[in-house]
């Protein structure tokens, strides 16, 4: 689960990382009256549309103003805007809320990150000299200037890592103890809210000659765990239904594990690795698939139910291709929910459906006698070529 910037901020904010000031505004006028509090003599402010994305500076998404009616104004132009960046897609995505944000004297910019190495098994922290730019392009361009440290889990982030860290990058020694803070802060936030990535980018140091110099999390991006939502309820309550896949969304209703992908021909599948590669096989034999659908080893003919209507209110799906191996799961139960869906959604679309494993047989006689156009196979080639051939058809 993703969430905005203003949320993620006001949760770091509990675990002693320093944010710049800011508020929420729905409307022009709220975004007038929190820049009025925020202006004071020469100092500015920043309006920055909330979505979920990254990119939204170059998108047009954020603007320093200096004064209130300049707020008003940009926040205008802002709501209800469809905003396109690098990762909304063409669609882009429309602006509902705007952050309005102190602005602050920036000296430097870095990067901040938090993720798990699945392969150590353990949580890595990653550095940058080079903030304010997406960290794959360092990688790509400057590798040297990635710096990373793995936390033992059983003793967390400790003070001469983050001190390490802050010198690699070549962090000023008097913002040092300010430093080690917030990177100590971050990291206990991911691990406590059971995150999957708690990115700060860019982090900024402020006038380091000054007493008051700071290191700050400008930007802030926060994904979470689904399965260790349930023990943060208020973190779940952040979820904006409005920025996700409508079906998406419905999907997890029902425990089903969907992601809508840019192709035409739907797949449904029990088990992740069966469903990666039977997208795999569609695209050897020329087609695209239109999802990522896995209904689990242990799914009822509800959910199988609820995942045929998903794949169908798809307008871009071409053709169905259902992929079962029956373990856990049986073939009776799919083929019953196959039926019962494709009555109540009108099936229009070719339909190719491959049962191997439990109870295959009765599967296989369910489908039979159910008087529907099915296209039946026995090998995961032949159902993918058949699929291919269908939607192209």
């Given amino acids: 689960m993703n969430i905005h910037e203003y949320q993620a901020k006001e949760l770091l904010g509990r675990y002693g990382v320093k944010v710049p000031r800011g508020k929420i505004a729905f409307t022009p006028q709220e975004a007038e009256e ?7 003599g020469d100092s500015v402010c920043v309006v920055k549309a909330q979505i979920h994305a990254g990119g939204r500076g170059k998108a047009g998404g954020v603007k320093l103003v200096k004064t209130r009616e300049e707020a008003r104004e940009y926040a205008k132009a802002l709501l209800g805007k469809t905003l396109v960046t690098h990762q909304t897609g063409p669609k882009g995505k ?8 102190e602005g602050c004297r920036i000296l430097k ?47 967390g982030l400790q003070p001469y890592q983050a001190r390490k860290l802050a010198f690699g990058i070549g962090l000023d020694k008097t913002l040092l103890g300010k430093a ?3 990177m100590t802060g971050l990291y206990n936030a991911f691990v406590g809210l059971d995150c999957s990535m708690a990115e700060i980018n860019p982090l900024v140091t402020t006038n380091v000659t000054a007493k008051d110099g700071e290191v700050l999390a400008l930007d802030a991006k926060i994904s979470f765990d689904d399965n260790g939502l349930f023990r943060h309820k208020d973190v779940l309550g952040m979820r904006d239904l409005d920025e996700e896949d409508a079906k998406e969304v419905e999907a997890s209703r029902h425990n089903l594990n969907y992601v809508a992908l840019d192709g035409n021909i739907g797949c449904m599948v029990n088990g992740a690795g069966l469903a ?9 034999y020329g087609g695209k ?38 373990g856990i799961m049986r073939c009776d139960v799919i083929a019953d929910g196959i039926i019962e869906a494709a009555k109540d959604v009108g099936m229009n679309a070719p339909l190719v459906v491959r049962l191997q494993g439990t109870n ?9 006698q159910s008087g529907l156009n099915i296209i039946a196979a026995e090998k995961m080639d032949e159902a993918a070529e058949k699929v291919v051939r269908a939607a192209k058809a």
Wanted: hydrophobic letters at 45%; charged letters at 30%; one cysteine or more.
């Fill in 109 to 155: 910019e870095y990067y901040l990150g938090v993720v798990v190495d699945r392969g150590r098994q353990k949580v890595c922290v990653i550095v940058s000299s080079e903030g304010g730019v997406e960290i794959e392009e360092v990688a790509a361009k400057s590798p040297e200037k990635i710096l990373r440290e793995y936390v033992d889990p059983a003793v």
């Fill in 180 to 182: 080690v803070k917030l």
């Fill in 289 to 326: 698939p239109a999802n990522f659908l896995d209904v689990g080893g242990g799914a009822t003919r509800e959910q199988v139910t609820a995942a045929f209507k998903i794949l169908m209110s798809d307008e871009n799906v071409k053709a169905v291709l259902v992929n079962i191996f029956g």
């Fill in 94 to 101: 429309e602006v509902k809320k705007v952050l309005v944000e």
């Fill in 360 to 368: 295959v047989e009765k599967g296989r006689d369910i489908l039979r």
């Fill in 34 to 40: 929190i820049a009025k509090e925020f202006l004071t």
């Fill in 276 to 284: 990666m590669a039977t997208m795999d096989i569609i695209k050897l």
